[in-house]
């Protein structure tokens, strides 16, 4: 895992981060070099851990490129949710009550990721009122992609929910039958079961 420090040619690298801000709210250039100072660049190799299960969360992130999965590893293996390129997030019920995670975060394909700690959010929400609406607003859209995500699992069926996936540029190739078979609740075997079908 590489961490690099926030230069001038990092900076303007995070020209999707400074997209993403203004995508939801309305901020001024000060404002903007201020919270984009606080971040910093971090690698991750395909198969490497960004956050080990029983580790406490202490970062936000926004992920450039590659792909994570949250997943939990008890008597088998399952795949909570997965992270795709110009999403911000944490691990929230880790890094709130400062629990350790049940998740393990895994990169799935080599990752690069723009990080904020903790602190730095919380010093940001304190000093700049349009960074609280920026927070808001991001975790509002978690919180309702949450939910669609259970209904979804509640309301459509296992092939349904395989062909959104098969909608989604460039997923197929983000993670395995494995992975995406524990996402959808079903084994590998299944899986291949209904990708036959539907050929």
Not at 92 to 118: D, M, Q, W
Not at 127 to 146: C, D, H, N, S, Y
Not at 182 to 192: D, V
């Amino acid at each position: 895992m590489e961490i690099c420090p926030v230069s001038k040619s990092v900076f303007n690298k995070m020209q999707e981060l400074s997209a993403y801000i203004k995508s939801k709210v309305t901020i001024d250039d000060i404002d903007l070099e201020q919270i984009m100072s606080r971040f910093y660049v971090k690698s991750v190799n395909r198969g490497d851990l960004l956050l080990k299960r029983g580790q406490i969360a202490n970062e936000y992130y926004f992920l450039h490129s590659g792909a994570l999965r949250f997943f939990f590893a008890d008597n088998h293996e399952l795949t909570a949710w997965i992270v795709q390129p110009n999403e911000f997030f944490t691990e929230i019920s880790s890094l709130h009550p400062g629990l350790p995670t049940r998740f393990n975060i895994e990169a799935v394909a080599s990752a690069e990721l723009y990080c904020i700690t903790k602190q730095d959010m919380d010093r940001l929400y304190q000093e700049l009122p349009i960074w609280q609406e920026f927070g808001r607003k991001t975790w509002e859209a978690m919180a309702v992609r949450m939910i669609n995500e259970i209904i979804r699992f509640q309301t459509m069926t296992v092939e349904e929910r395989y062909l959104e996936f098969l909608e989604k540029p460039g997923f197929m190739q983000l993670i395995s039958v494995r992975q995406l078979a524990s996402y959808l609740g079903i084994t590998p075997n299944a899986l291949s079961r209904i990708r036959k079908n539907l050929r």
